[in-house]
């Protein structure tokens, strides 16, 4: 409780390292989830385009962005 009345600087410094960390790992991972859902929109018009079907070799199940979307 005392952290929460009155930090100190090592407190302070402690919780900016852990914001910056956080903030790094959900960059990183939005770059992620947002370039694995343009490959698989870009994977399922060639699929498409070459006369693959509609969900091309998808089993059905929604596809990564159409999940990541909703």
């Known amino acids: 409780m005392r952290t929460a009345v009155a930090p100190s600087w090592s407190d302070i410094g402690k919780l ?3 914001a910056a ?11 992620e989830i947002d370039g694995a859902a343009a490959r698989e929109v870009a994977a399922t018009q060639r699929s498409q385009s070459s006369g693959g079907g509609a969900h ?3 089993d059905g199940g929604d596809s990564l962005a159409e999940r990541t979307a909703s």
């Open 16 to 18: 900016a390292a852990i």
């Open 56 to 58: 091309g070799s998808n």
């Open 21 to 31: 960390v956080r903030t790094a790992l959900n960059f990183f991972l939005q770059r």
